[in-house]
């Protein structure tokens, strides 16, 4: 037995690198998996990876998956990606809020509408999302809500600033989003505890080398040493998914930390681990 069996989950993102991971595995689980992301097919981003290559890998291992191109930066659109999941499944058990855009902009730089963009992404989305399914987790009693954040939520600490390069990469905007998510993510745990409803956000404890992280030149490559394997995110997202309510909920995480902790690996390693978190990680 799986632990999603039958149950119905829907993660953004899943075109490719950490998302990608998550809708294999937990579709692997049992889990009959909604795969959201903008690119369909391959070619049309310049990045490689697409949902028609997600579903294809999860259909040829024998699991149930279903693709629903869509931009969830706007609202209508994630409305219809929970329509889409309900009537090809069924009421959504477990969501994962993996989508992001980022733009490595200094403030001073920042187009406004790319801004906008961009929080519309990795903040609006999860809170518009999550307020969609909780219609279906609430009556129920049940679900899971995961959002995936950052390293980048931890911030700079206080000045003064000697070395120039501090802030340069222009990481301020994804790191206040990130940051913003952690605190929706608690915040939403406590207002829905009472309805037997899971909600946690997890970080990777190292730098995943993605086609994305590998753009935005985070990673040497997909192959870089320093990096952490996807696997390992896809894995802390399924044990916070699956594990009971008062283990879990409220619970601001990073990967190899929640897995060593739960004995799911037997040494882990950076974030959460060898170094501290962000403050949200710690209450």
Request: proline letters at 6%; one cysteine or more; a neutral charge.
């Amino acid at each position: 037995m799986g632990r999603l069996d039958g149950k119905v989950v829907v993660v953004t993102g899943a075109s490719r690198g950490i998302g990608a991971d998550v809708a294999r595995l937990f579709a692997a689980e049992g889990g009959r998996v909604v795969c959201a992301a903008r690119t369909l097919e391959e070619g049309q981003h310049p990045l490689a990876g697409s949902l028609a290559t997600t579903v294809a890998a999860i259909r040829e291992a024998g699991g149930e998956a279903h693709a629903v191109a869509s931009n969830i930066a706007e609202a209508t659109e994630c409305e219809r990606l929970v329509q889409e999941a309900r009537e090809r499944y069924g009421p959504v058990d477990v969501l994962v809020n993996n989508a992001a855009l980022t733009y490595y902009v200094p403030v001073k730089d920042y187009p406004v509408s790319k801004w906008l963009r961009s929080w519309a992404v990795n903040f609006q989305a999860p809170f518009i999302l999550s307020q969609l399914v909780l219609g279906d987790m609430i009556p129920r009693r049940r679900g899971a809500i995961v959002n995936i954040s950052s390293g980048s939520a931890i911030g700079p600490g206080r000045g003064p600033y000697p070395d120039a390069t501090v802030g340069a990469r222009g990481g301020t905007c994804y790191g206040a989003e990130k940051a913003a998510l952690e605190r929706f993510t608690q915040g939403l745990a406590s207002e829905v505890y009472q309805y037997g409803v899971s909600v946690t956000s997890v970080a990777p404890s190292q730098v995943v080398p993605t086609p994305g992280t590998v753009y935005h030149r985070l990673v040497s490559g997909l192959d870089d040493p320093r990096g952490e394997p996807p696997l390992l995110m896809a894995q802390a997202a399924l044990l916070l998914a699956t594990e009971p309510l008062d283990r879990v909920t409220g619970r601001v995480t990073y990967s190899q930390q929640i897995l060593g902790e739960f004995g799911w690996i037997e040494h882990g390693r950076g974030r959460g681990v060898d170094s501290r978190g962000s403050g949200y990680s710690e209450i």
